[in-house]
């Protein structure tokens, strides 16, 4: 059994508490718009699908509180809420793109006049509790897909060697991941030897819930610090990279948590194929590249503390973007529910 980050029934949400692992294992409450909107900027929970499901589960919760009797009310409420929604975070698509498809199903109910307020209610919180389900399936395709592709051109009987980064596993989706997941579907395999991590700083995602996730489903691991790459390339044969994605522009650029970039150059270098692992719902086709996407700046405090400690100089200015950019011609396949896409591939499908 892979771990539980969201917990969830009609009117109730609850959310392991991200910043808490893996010292405490402690669920949160969020009883609404305002609470999910502050766990996710305060990354209680984080990774690109958890944040849109979270998202929108505090909507629904907050709506199976109230009473409508005024589609236009419920209507105004729900682009409202889930706008603010995504102001959360910039960066991850996932929250923006499942609003967009929540107010245009809500635009769809309004026009809808054998439909009452009461049942645009339902169905429209019916919907947002499908993106569970739908996000565990997804995770399950990409893992068969990603694994069949990185073993397709090896031996039947090998072993492969995978290096991730940041957290991509059930604590960042609704479970099983999506790079983490294609680690998992090898493991199931019996076909992975081992699987590196990187400690992921400054906020140590890959060192405090990645390693966790993986103890926990007792995979072969071991924990590397962000400035160990190259000599691990080096040394230690390395099969395949696997990460995750905030957003995927059109031409196969792809943001996601800094240090990714510069494993995608260092995986050139040492000719080890770089994959990113998404579902459809991480996918911007509104962008062209890169260049368009908004990069978040965290607060210092994030990489001058560890916990409470101080560990940087007093006084030293610093620079902390969550995210960087891996161009589109580092990414030898980008994973997706529905097979794996060379980059240039990815904006004629749907
Ligand atoms: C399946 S999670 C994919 C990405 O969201 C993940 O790789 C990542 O960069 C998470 O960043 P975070 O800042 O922890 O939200």
């Not at 992975?192 to 995602?205: A, D, I, K, M, S």
């Amino acid at each position: 059994m892979t771990l539980k980050s969201i917990k969830y029934e009609k009117g109730n949400l609850e959310i392991l508490d991200q910043l808490l692992l893996p010292a405490q294992s402690k669920f949160i409450q969020v009883k609404g718009v305002e609470d999910g909107w502050k766990v996710i900027n305060k990354m209680q929970v984080r990774g690109a699908p958890a944040i849109a499901i979270v998202g929108c589960l505090s909507l629904a919760v907050e709506l199976s509180t109230e009473v409508f009797d005024d589609k236009k009310v419920l209507r105004q409420e729900i682009e409202g809420k889930l706008n603010y929604l995504v102001s959360s975070r910039p960066t991850a698509v996932n929250m923006k793109i499942a609003a967009d498809e929540l107010i245009a199903l809500s635009n769809k109910l309004y026009k809808d006049e054998t439909v009452t307020a009461e049942v645009m209610k339902v169905k429209f919180i019916d919907e947002i509790e499908s993106m569970l389900e739908k996000d565990i399936a997804d995770n399950k395709a990409i893992g068969e897909y990603g694994a069949s592709d990185i073993l397709k051109s090896l031996p039947s009987d090998s072993m492969v060697r995978i290096l991730t980064h940041c957290n991509t596993g059930s604590l960042a989706t609704a479970g099983y991941g999506t790079a983490l997941g294609v680690i998992r579907t090898l493991h199931s395999l019996k076909r992975l030897e081992h699987v590196y991590c990187t400690e992921t700083r400054p906020y140590n995602q890959g060192a405090r819930l990645t390693a966790y996730e993986l103890v926990h489903d007792k995979i072969p691991a071991t924990l590397i610090v962000d400035s160990m790459v190259a000599a691990l390339m080096k040394q230690r044969n390395i099969t395949a990279v696997v990460v995750g994605a905030d957003r995927v522009a059109s031409n196969g650029d792809t943001a996601n948590k800094i240090g990714t970039y510069q494993i995608a150059v260092l995986a050139k270098h040492h000719g080890v194929p770089f994959y990113v692992a998404a579902p459809f719902t991480s996918i911007d086709k509104k962008i062209i590249s890169g260049d368009h996407i908004i990069i978040e700046e965290r607060p210092d405090r994030e990489m001058t503390h560890v916990g409470d400690h101080r560990i940087a100089a007093q006084g030293i200015s610093c620079w902390n973007p969550a995210f960087d950019i891996t161009p589109a011609a580092l990414i030898a396949g980008i994973i997706t529910e529905k097979g794996v896409f060379r980059p240039s591939e990815l904006a004629n499908c749907q």
